[in-house]
């Protein structure tokens, strides 16, 4: 996703790409530069059930600490909870 949905979206529009030609969605690793927008991502994708696979540990709370704490991880507003209320299927790597 990147930290813009809708740079992502917009580049799509550019290349011709329809969101709902997308089949599944795959969260490589729990930053939020690589997971926000996901939510906004399902809902313009628009399908019931899609799959979106992501490793167990993915929404546990990541922070870095150097030089000063902040929080890395994915963003409330594209948590486990909120990914399930889309309809999406959300599953790990291990079991769909």
């Not at 906004?40 to 870095?64: C, Q, W, Y």
Request: aromatic fraction near 4%; glycine fraction near 6%; include cysteine.
């Amino acid at each position: 996703m990147g930290q813009n949905s809708q740079a992502l979206l917009n580049n799509m529009k550019l290349m011709n790409i329809s969101p709902l030609t997308i089949d599944a969605i795959v969260l490589t690793h729990c930053h939020y530069d690589h997971t926000q927008g996901v939510v906004n991502m399902l809902n313009e994708i628009g399908k019931d059930a899609i799959p979106v696979v992501a490793h167990s540990d993915t929404f546990r709370p990541r922070f870095f600490s150097d030089p000063c704490l902040r929080h890395v991880g994915v963003m409330q507003a594209d948590s486990e909870e909120e990914i399930r209320k889309t309809g999406a299927r959300l599953g790990n790597r291990h079991r769909l």
